[in-house]
T-cell receptor, first 111, second 112 residues
Framework: DQQVKQNSPSLSVQEGRISILNCDYT??????FLWYKKYPAEGPTFLIS?????DKNEDGRFTVFLNKSAKHLSLHIVPSQPGDSAVYFC??????????FGAGTTVTVRA | DVKVTQSSRYLVKRTGEKVFLECVQD?????MFWYRQDPGLGLRLIYF???????EKGDIPEGYSVSREKKERFSLILESASTNQTSMYLC???????????FGDGTRLSIL
């Protein structure tokens, strides 16, 4: 039973526009949330994180929003670039070491 | 930069074989993890370790075991490989809880 869900398997966006990736979770004990990016034949690389005491965290072109009441997380990429084409995984953890991952969203940035 | 190295990128084994996947990290991280990645399922945690000689089951430990004799090395063992263990295996490490995990490039394991 997946506790973290990414309901959109894919997203196509034009270069320069905004990419919005969504993630829902069911476990109210999650207190730390992360986004990872994965290229083919490489391991996931950490992108950005947010703790449950915040509702927004920004790092350059990447912003993560957390809505605890809705148990919803989103990642905004502005502006989208061709190098952003990858699979994006949402992940969450309680106060232990274990991460629960979503199934991933494949982003394609069109020129 | 954190470096997590998995010993093989691709591996082909036969059913019933005992298979060892090795992982080494160079950042003195306390915690190490083994995941498998399958299409439509994301990454699922098999086992993790928060100290030398310590291990904890993840979400799908059946058919696997692990060994952590040294802090920098975490091994995943398939006791008797089966075809449903064909997958991408990813190792990760982290300094502490609520710190990002850093991943290796994965081992694509095929069991024939």
């Amino acid at each position: 039973d997946q506790q973290v869900k990414q309901n959109s398997p894919s997203l196509s966006v034009q270069e320069g526009r905004i990419s919005i990736l969504n993630c829902d979770y069911t476990n109210s004990m999650f207190d730390y949330f992360l986004w990872y990016k994965k290229y083919p034949a490489e391991g996931p690389t950490f992108l950005i994180s947010i703790s449950s005491i915040k509702d927004k965290n920004e790092d350059g072109r990447f912003t993560v929003f957390l809505n605890k009441s809705a148990k919803h997380l989103s990642l905004h990429i502005v502006p989208s670039q061709p190098g952003d084409s990858a699979v994006y995984f949402c992940a969450a953890s309680e106060v232990d070491y274990k991460l629960s991952f979503g199934a991933g969203t494949t982003v394609t940035v069109r020129a | 930069d954190v470096k997590v190295t998995q010993s093989s990128r691709y591996l082909v084994k036969r059913t019933g074989e005992k298979v060892f996947l090795e992982c080494v990290q160079d950042m003195d991280h306390e915690n190490m993890f083994w995941y498998r990645q399958d299409p439509g399922l994301g990454l699922r945690l098999i086992y993790f370790s928060y100290d030398v000689k310590m291990k904890e089951k993840g979400d799908i430990p059946e058919g696997y075991s692990v060994s952590r004799e040294k802090k920098e090395r975490f091994s995943l063992i398939l006791e008797s490989a089966s075809t449903n263990q064909t997958s991408m295996y990813l190792c990760a490490s982290s300094f502490d809880s609520n710190q990002p995990q850093h991943f290796g490039d994965g081992t694509r394991l095929s069991i024939l």
